[in-house]
């Protein structure tokens, strides 16, 4: 299956196949014709840059001018792994698609025995965005990859299910060392600091993160605000340095919204009772909760709930957000909350992804 795997990447086709984050929809990252069956495939926007992945720290050097005394450490502590490196590209070497026309290439190594294996085997630097159509829910299970691209790539390798759940973290350093956080993921900024000695950089929040949900429906039940240029569609802005920067990303089809408040009691009472209103509005309604906080709301708050586990074990929130986000596709949920949660360690990641699910459309409670 790999060497099959690696012979349709070396002729230029597409191949999706497993990291230790998400499903990849790899291609050879010097071919533009395949690296543009990627954006086809994906239906994602061609300003927004691919990580390239490699096998083998020597395939850095090939691809990129100078690496950064704390990028090198960071290399060092934390790949293979969930961390992307933002690095000057070497001219060349790469199809210009992939840089989006920058000058700088995301690399990392990833930790899943399989895509090292099928990137040993390639012998290419191999582009590779998620699995999924732009937009949706990043597939954490090869099933995933085929409910969204079957007949569209190549072909699919499956490894199981993903282990972190979320992207890699982003990472650009800058010139005084600073490690800038382009994007949270799987490596938080409190391990990347205790690497660096110094306090990473925090990403950017997503696009319309304080803007508060509009109204529907009279004003009884808030909805996600439509999607300012840039946000959810090409807009003027320059092309974004790392993905996941400048449009909506991982949303499911029906309307998010995340509920937040100092009280989890309130954000239970907030939640529960918008989710009412949207039933008897004849909406399908969707509730993302965590554990600790089950029993603050009805028996059945929505018509269906999901449990992202507890607060505490944020790994389990990370492994399991975007079939969760998926698991509201397939009950046709058409009005859904999510609970917010603390914006520490993985936490970041998390609300992150939330954010961008939801296009930024946040009901306070306090």
């Known amino acids: 299956m790999i060497s099959e795997a690696a012979a349709l990447l070396r002729s230029g086709e597409t191949v999706a196949f497993p990291t230790e984050t998400v499903y990849g929809l790899g291609a050879d990252a010097r071919n533009t014709t395949a690296v543009e069956a990627v954006f086809a495939a994906k239906g994602r926007p061609s300003d927004n840059p691919l990580i390239v992945h490699i096998a083998r720290r020597e395939d850095l050097e090939r691809l990129v001018t100078e690496v950064h005394p704390v990028a090198s450490a960071l290399i060092d502590a934390f790949w293979p792994g969930p961390l992307t490196l933002v690095l000057p590209v070497r001219p060349g070497v790469l199809s210009p698609l992939v840089t989006a026309g920058l000058d700088t290439v995301g690399v990392r190594m990833p930790d899943h025995p399989v895509a090292l294996a099928l990137l040993r085997a390639a012998d290419c630097p191999v582009a590779a965005p998620s699995a999924n159509r732009s937009g949706r829910p990043s597939p954490t299970l090869a099933s995933h990859v085929l409910e969204d691209l079957a007949g569209y790539i190549g072909g699919v390798l499956d490894g199981g299910a993903a282990g972190v759940g979320l992207e890699s973290t982003v990472v650009q350093v800058q010139p005084d060392g600073t490690a800038a956080v382009l994007r949270p993921g799987g490596i938080t900024a409190e391990q990347l600091a205790a690497v660096t000695g110094t306090e990473a950089a925090a990403a950017k929040p997503a696009a319309g993160a304080n803007t508060p949900a509009g109204a529907s429906g009279g004003g009884s039940v808030p909805v996600p605000p439509a999607a300012e240029p840039g946000v959810g569609e090409a807009g003027s802005?320059?092309?974004?340095?790392?993905?996941?920067?400048?449009?909506?990303?991982?949303?499911?089809?029906?309307?998010?919204?995340?509920v937040r408040g100092s009280s989890a009691q309130r954000v239970a009472e907030t939640a529960a009772g918008l989710l009412q209103a949207a039933q008897r509005a004849g909406e399908i309604t969707g509730m993302l909760l965590f554990e600790e906080h089950r029993a603050l709301y009805p028996a059945d708050p929505a018509a269906c709930t999901v449990s992202l586990g507890s607060l505490s074990s944020p790994e389990e929130a990370a492994r399991f957000l975007y079939a969760a986000l998926r698991r509201f596709d397939e009950a046709g949920a058409t009005y859904i909350l999510a609970e917010a949660c603390p914006v520490t360690g993985l936490g970041a990641a998390i609300m992150n992804r939330l954010m961008k699910a939801a296009g930024g459309s946040v009901i306070d409670t306090d």
């Open 237 to 258: 802005s320059p092309a974004p340095r790392a993905p996941g920067m400048k449009y909506t990303h991982y949303a499911p089809r029906g309307a998010l919204g995340i």
